[in-house]
């Protein structure tokens, strides 16, 4: 009864210190990041092993599948007299014209919107190629009783209603609208279609690849993803600003040194040349009445502009008298339009009010000063 009780004893205690360890193990693992990096690998490392067994014996089963119904094909009732070489040479055949349609599809892709039912067209005679290749290589009647399985017949018919959907839509009834929601369903259905029957196992190295990719890409999540010590949740882990950085605060009372205000601004590029001679040619009227006008100051107007006063017409007028004959023969252009601006010019200018009594002027006292333009006939 001792030695029982002893070795009870000695169960007891050993259980208590594997919890005590575990507990410590615990804690470690909320605050420390290398355990916790670890315990991330051991589940990494767990599922791998599942899924490493679980895509073996897929890929051992779909194998076993494929030699069935290679043998089965060489007995195929549609086409017996079809070797195995024959039928490989038509699969790859079919597969390279069902690729060189896929081809030609992507080409409509940048205008998509306006041949959008070119774009499903050829799309569809692709999957119907892809279709006919695994026919060849598997047989008509056994691709067929492939196809209806209990297991793969939701795709199936998913993958040939939204087939012949797209060639209705876009042959018979041509609507873009459903023509794009078809082909998009159709790439869909496509896509599982070739992970699932293609031979080789191409649906266990795309799982593969996935999961090759997820486990380059685990350092970087945990590295980001990661707890402080007091439980927050941080993005850029261990990155801590040097300044306060949410806008101005007001100065400590207890701070009895003088803040350092920023240093005054100095133009490096002071002493340019443009600063230099800004306004050396500017003309200053110091001994005149200072009536001096605008267009008294202006030095790069042509000759027969300069100290000349007037409205618009008058400058047109005395441009004409200058550069007329020179403009009609080199720039025939700029002189029509110059001839124009005149014409309308004088039109708007010599307008005769009285012909036109709902334009006519307000009349004036004898006393107020006559307006510009006035006319006696318009009174």
Avoid at 95 to 113: D, E, H, R, S, W
Avoid at 137 to 142: A, M, S, V
Avoid at 345 to 371: Q, S
Wanted: charged residues 20%; aromatic residues 14%.
């Amino acid at each position: 009864m001792d030695a029982k009780f002893s070795r009870l004893q000695n169960f007891v205690n050993e259980s208590n210190s594997n919890n005590n360890d575990n507990i410590q193990s615990w804690s470690r693992a909320i605050f420390s990041q290398d355990l916790f990096q670890t315990n991330i690998d051991r589940v990494q490392s767990f599922f791998n092993r599942r899924l490493d067994g679980s895509l073996s014996s897929s890929s051992s089963s779909s194998t076993d599948d494929l030699q069935i119904l290679l043998q089965k094909g060489d007995n195929d009732p549609i086409l017996p007299a079809l070797s195995r070489k024959q039928r490989i040479l038509g699969f790859m055949v079919c597969l390279v014209m069902g690729i060189f349609c896929m081809l030609l599809a992507t080409l409509y892709i940048p205008v998509i919107v306006i041949k959008a039912r070119k774009f499903a067209l050829l799309f569809s005679f692709g999957s119907l190629f892809f279709l006919s290749s695994f026919s060849m290589l598997w047989g008509p009647t056994n691709h067929l009783k492939h196809l209806t399985n209990v297991d793969r017949l939701p795709f199936s018919i998913s993958y040939l209603v939204t087939l012949i959907c797209t060639i209705y839509y876009s042959v018979l009834v041509k609507s873009y609208f459903f023509t794009i929601i078809f082909a998009l369903l159709q790439i869909g259905a496509l896509i599982w279609y070739v992970v699932s029957y293609i031979p080789g196992g191409a649906r266990d190295m795309l799982i593969r690849s996935i999961l090759s990719k997820t486990n380059s890409n685990s350092q970087l999540t945990i590295s980001i993803r990661t707890f402080k010590r007091f439980g927050e949740y941080v993005k850029g882990y261990g990155h801590e600003p040097k300044y306060y950085q949410g806008g101005y605060l007001p100065r400590a009372a207890h701070l009895k040194d003088p803040p350092n205000y920023l240093p005054p601004f100095i133009d490096p590029q002071e002493w340019t040349l443009e600063a230099a001679t800004f306004g050396q040619n500017d003309y200053i009227d110091i001994l005149g009445d200072e009536n001096v006008e605008h267009w008294q100051l202006v030095r790069n107007a042509p000759f027969w502009l300069r100290g000349f006063q007037g409205n618009e017409l008058q400058h047109l007028l005395r441009r004409l008298k200058f550069q007329g004959k020179y403009l009609e023969e080199n720039q025939p252009q700029r002189y029509s339009d110059l001839i124009t601006r005149i014409r309308y010019l004088m039109f708007k200018i010599n307008f005769k009010h009285y012909k036109r009594p709902w334009l006519m002027r307000p009349t004036v006292g004898p006393n107020e000063p006559l307006p510009e333009y006035y006319d006696p006939r318009s009174s």
